[in-house]
């Protein structure tokens, strides 16, 4: 018989194994059919680290349904199931120089060679797809399910702009295109996709996404493949499947061969040894946020493809490939306070000040909670245990609480601005409520004033926020032209101010007379003009004046502006105050200059032209940007003065609108070989 300490610690084993199997299955489950984690992925990390520790330590068979010999999860009930080709593998995961060392190792020894190449990729933060091309024809596109069989989205898949839906033809004399030929590679969802998503106004009152990631699942496995389309996915090709390994003989080749057929590939690096993998580690780290897409880590890969079939797989992943994660952007901390923000234009965003806590390398002790029904639905109350991460870059987040306690009471709106007591009120249909004090509103006036200097407008850079919130504080202006109308050199003796900083101010305020004039209409902070539409007003108007004079149609012709934002300007410059502030701003020098025009001879150059209706070979927003490019005003809507209105099929009454203005009409193939001309 066993001593009883040792019969003991494998019940306490098993039982903990046992939790954490089922835990990680229902993990799994909401992770990848319901696109709702309730844990952070490094939490989920940590849950399976543990569970393949304890695996090992017990010594028996490990189950094949257990999650550190599964990927993924089964395929749901509503699309239909598609067996993969060829298996998609996952990833073991690296999280120390240690295990990066250990990983070199064990593919050194197993192939006893010494000197490797491998090569590092960025590893792509979204959803594994497996596409099948037979005949060089994109015929079925899979989600990665459990491994073997996926849910075939191929519809969905079809309105990827990245996505070819037939491959590109091999030149002559190189390896010909395999008859079936399986690419994989990862959807995702661009940062600034992201954004714009969660902010749609279609989008009000639904729940916001959490993370890119989950934006892209949720948009890749909808009903309606317009929805799929609207949401602007991109892709990565990064491997192959069936009929994969004749085409090339590395991953550098195969990631060469990929991107002659058509697919978008990543930046990689090819190296020899730890040190160089840890450096690609260290340099993919820093440039993170600059990427325009979320990446969590890297993915080491022997480069030569006789090499990695020698060493193969063990269950869930290959041996001679390791994901190397970064650092944890996602913690657990606690609310201690929760205090109400009053914005540039009265918004107030309720705050969470939270204990200090390192996410990704940065000090987070505050989170935006954006809104009353976001602060209602991830339940955050004064201390609730939440989640926070930073998103890909800069700005915290709290995700949601966990272990909500039922009895906590959530905050309440103020019953009046918390800076200036003035009264709340709420425009229809918005979410937002706002103080009701304008720039008498000192809060409002700072954040106006702020705006204003900041980088993407007047970029005046010696005006620090202290500085500004005195100004206000002290009464010196009360409005932004006052910025330009205040005497700095009374700054000796208010502020006991330096002669140098004092000149600095002055000459950067001189400076900022000539911004761009997009810039300057940004800077003004009218009510949904982000910097694009700011440069798009500039472009179509070419001066202040014109664009003071303009009506709603002629609003309505440029690019991206809708009814809103047409209804904005117009109210915005029909208000006295403003266009006392304007006149103003021009009679202390301010002088915004003019958009150069885009020089091209392109045979559209010049003209506004609207694309109506769906086209098949082109994805219809990037035509538009194409045709930007070559200095064609692509415009939303149809009026007198478009020019030429291009067509797709199910066109609709915009067809029809132009048809009774009389104005030129193109088809899809005329627009590709516009688009042809000019390459
Ligand atoms: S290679 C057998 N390369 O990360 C090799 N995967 O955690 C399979 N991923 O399942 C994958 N970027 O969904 C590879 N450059 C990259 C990747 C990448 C993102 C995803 C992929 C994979 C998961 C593993």
Redesign the pocket.
């Known amino acids: 018989m066993l001593p009883l300490s040792v019969v003991d610690v494998s019940t306490a084993l098993r039982q903990r194994i046992e939790v954490l199997r089922s835990e990680l299955c229902e993990h799994n489950y909401r992770y990848y059919i319901l696109d709702q984690a309730s844990i952070s992925d490094a939490q989920y990390d940590t849950l399976l680290q543990e569970l393949e520790v304890l695996e090992a330590e017990l010594g028996e068979p490990v189950p094949a349904s257990s999650p550190t010999q599964t990927v993924g999860a089964p395929p749901s009930q509503v699309f239909q199931s598609r067996s993969h080709g060829e298996a998609?593998?996952?990833?073991a995961n690296a999280f120390s120089s240690d295990d990066v060392t250990a990983f070199v190792q064990r593919i050194t020894d197993a192939l006893s060679m010494q000197e490797l190449s491998f090569i590092v990729?960025?590893?792509?933060d979204?959803?594994?797809i497996n596409l099948r091309y037979e005949s060089g024809k994109l015929t079925v596109a899979a989600t990665?399910g459990d491994g073997t069989t996926g849910e075939d989205v191929t519809d969905n898949v079809r309105t990827i702009g990245d996505i070819p839906w037939q491959l590109i033809e091999p030149e002559s004399g190189a390896t010909e295109l395999p008859d079936v030929l399986e690419v994989?590679g990862?959807i995702y969802m661009s940062r600034a996709s992201f954004g714009r998503l969660n902010e749609r106004k279609d989008r009000e009152g639904a729940a916001p996404f959490a993370n890119p990631r989950n934006a892209a699942a949720g948009a890749l496995r909808q009903l309606d493949a317009r929805v799929t389309a609207n949401r602007r996915l991109q892709f990565f090709a990064?491997?192959v499947g069936l009929g994969g390994r004749k085409i090339a003989s590395s991953q550098s080749e195969l990631l060469e061969r990929l991107a002659n057929f058509g697919f978008a590939v990543?930046q990689t690096h090819c190296v020899t040894d730890v040190e160089g993998l840890l450096a690609s580690y260290q340099q993919l780290m820093q440039q993170r946020s600059s990427l325009p897409y979320e990446i969590d880590g890297v993915?080491y890969?022997l480069n030569n493809f006789a090499l990695q079939e020698r060493i193969g797989a063990v269950a869930r992943?290959?041996r001679w490939?390791i994901?190397h994660k970064f650092p944890a952007q996602e913690v657990v901390t606690y609310v201690k306070a929760i205090i109400w923000q009053v914005g540039r234009t009265g918004v107030l965003t309720p705050v969470a000040e939270m204990d200090p806590v390192a996410v990704g390398g940065v000090i987070v002790s505050r989170a935006t909670l954006h809104n009353m029904d976001e602060l209602t639905r991830k339940q955050v109350y004064v201390g609730a245990k939440v989640i926070v991460r930073r998103a890909g870059d800069v700005i915290p987040e709290v995700v949601r609480a966990i272990d909500v306690d039922a009895m906590a009471e959530l905050p309440e709106l103020p019953e009046q601005c918390p800076v200036c007591a003035a009264s709340l009120f709420r425009s229809d249909g918005e979410v937002a409520v706002r103080c009701s004090g304008g720039l008498s509103c000192p809060a409002q006036l700072i954040e106006r004033l702020r705006h204003f200097v900041s980088r993407g407008a007047m970029d005046i850079e010696s005006m620090g926020d202290k500085f500004i919130a005195q100004l206000v504080e002290e009464k010196k202006l009360v409005d932004i032209a006052g910025l330009y109308e205040f005497d700095y050199n009374t700054l000796y003796e208010w502020q006991g101010m330096g002669e140098r900083r004092i000149s600095k101010m002055q000459a950067a305020l001189a400076t900022s007379k000539q911004r761009p004039l997009g810039r300057f209409l940004y800077a003004l902070g009218i009510r949904h003009v982000g910097v694009t539409t700011a440069a798009s007003l500039a472009d179509q108007f070419g001066s202040l004046d014109a664009l003071m004079q303009s009506d709603e149609e002629m609003l309505l012709a440029v690019p991206d502006v809708g009814s809103e934002v047409a209804g904005a300007v117009l109210s915005f410059f029909a208000e006295p105050h403003n266009r006392d502030v304007v006149e103003r701003l021009l009679a202390a020098g301010i002088d915004p200059e003019a958009p150069k025009k885009k020089a091209s001879n392109h045979p559209l150059a010049g003209k506004t032209v609207v694309l109506t209706g769906s086209f098949s070979a082109i994805n219809r927003r990037v035509a538009q940007e194409q045709l930007r490019a070559l200095g064609v005003r692509a415009s939303g809507s149809v009026s007198k003065q478009t020019d030429l209105v291009i067509a797709g099929e199910k066109a609709g009454s915009k067809l029809t609108k132009a048809r009774e203005l009389g104005i030129e009409v193109a088809d899809e193939l005329q627009l590709l070989a516009w688009l042809h001309s000019s390459e």
């Open positions: 998609l593998l996952s990833l990729e960025p590893k792509v979204g959803l594994a990665r994989r990862e990064y491997g990543q993915v890969k992943s290959p490939a994901a």
